[in-house]
Nanobody, 118 residues
Framework: QVQLVESGGGLVQPGGSLRLSCAAS????????MAWYRQAPGKKREWVAT???????AYADAVRGRFSIPRDDAKNTASLRMNNLSPEDTAVYYC????????????WGQGTQVTVST
């Protein structure tokens, strides 16, 4: 069983920064990528960013230039650095892990709330 645990969410003022972390544990086979998604109230879950096992990164247009996935030397972890946050970034942020070669599987964390407000 694979478990993902996110941390680092909270309340921040517009223009502020937060760093989310995701730690994966359990029977993890080959990791293809780890990704971040978010879901705002009343909206569908949307993709935010991805880092592949090889270190390649991709970002959604809405966050490119403000969010980044920093280098993380800890095994099976991924972080999301969020700068210049705006109220539109308010959402529950979820960590996603995709593993396996022949039959890839997706795992999800429980989510962490990020609220950007004065």
């Amino acid at each position: 069983q694979v478990q993902l645990v996110e941390s680092g969410g909270g309340l921040v003022q517009p223009g502020g920064s937060l760093r989310l972390s995701c730690a994966a544990s359990g029977s993890i086979s080959s990791i293809n990528y780890m990704a971040w998604y978010r879901q705002a109230p009343g909206k569908k879950r949307e993709w935010v960013a991805t880092i592949t096992e090889g270190g390649s990164r991709a970002y959604a247009d809405a966050v490119r230039g403000r969010f980044s996935i920093p280098r993380d030397d800890a095994k099976n972890t991924a972080s999301l650095r969020m700068n210049n946050l705006s109220p539109e970034d308010t959402a529950v942020y979820y960590c996603n892990l995709n593993t396996g070669i022949t039959s890839p599987k997706d795992y999800w964390g429980q989510g962490t709330q990020v609220t950007v407000s004065t």
